[in-house]
């Protein structure tokens, strides 16, 4: 079995395992705690998305060790929308011709960094809080000092028509002006954190 072989079949166990969870519309505490130790069992899934994502949603749900209401809800929605389908990855992403320039070199720290859409990782402010620990500086528009655009997963297929698209054709604008703005996603912004220490 070749290593991207044995990735995938990981991946698709960890989609399993979610697909699971959610079914019956409950998510205990066990099942939080058994996913967290799943993906502390399978490190090589918790750094690449969309585990590593996952792996974040339940980091910031256990942070300060006791799960509210409203984290569990935010939780369960999150897997719902991963096991549903409803995020974009790799191969969709093209279809929908998002202008991402996912080859580049990401260096957070110092840059200013503009978040758009809606997110796996977690809400806004969380997405906030893990660039500032990067070094980071959240914009909360695009500007010509902005050096990122990091477009959040969850996107309609009608994005153009959207307040995310506006947003994207600004930093298009920008671009064509001369201003080096990136435009990623967020599965490469979310990369760009592998084996970053944070505290």
């Not at 949603?57 to 719902?80: C, F, K, N, P, W």
């Not at 809606?118 to 997405?127: Q, R």
């Not at 477009?151 to 153009?160: D, F, L, M, Q, R």
């Amino acid at each position: 079995m070749t290593e991207d072989t044995a990735m995938r079949q990981a991946i698709e166990q960890l989609l399993g395992i979610v697909e699971t969870m959610v079914a019956d519309g409950d998510l205990h505490d066990l099942e939080i705690e058994f996913l967290k130790v799943w993906l502390a069992e399978h490190t090589e899934v918790a750094q690449v998305w969309p585990g590593n994502a996952v792996s974040g949603a339940i980091a910031i749900v256990l942070a300060d060790g006791h799960v509210s209401e409203d984290e569990r809800a935010y939780l369960m929605t999150t897997l719902q929308q991963l096991a549903s389908g409803e995020f974009v990855f790799d191969d969709a992403a093209a279809e929908l011709a998002l202008p991402l320039n996912d080859a580049i070199e990401i260096t957070l720290r110092d840059a200013l960094v503009c978040l758009a859409g809606e997110f796996l990782h977690g809400t806004k402010a969380a997405c906030e809080r893990l660039l500032e620990r990067a070094g980071g500086w959240p914009a909360a528009a695009v500007t010509r000092n902005v050096r990122y655009l990091v477009v959040g997963s969850k996107v309609s297929p009608n994005w153009t028509q959207t307040s995310l698209g506006q947003t994207i054709k600004d930093a298009l604008a920008l671009q064509q002006s001369g201003h080096a703005i990136a435009i990623i996603s967020e599965r490469r912004w979310i990369e760009s954190f592998a084996g970053r220490a944070t505290p």
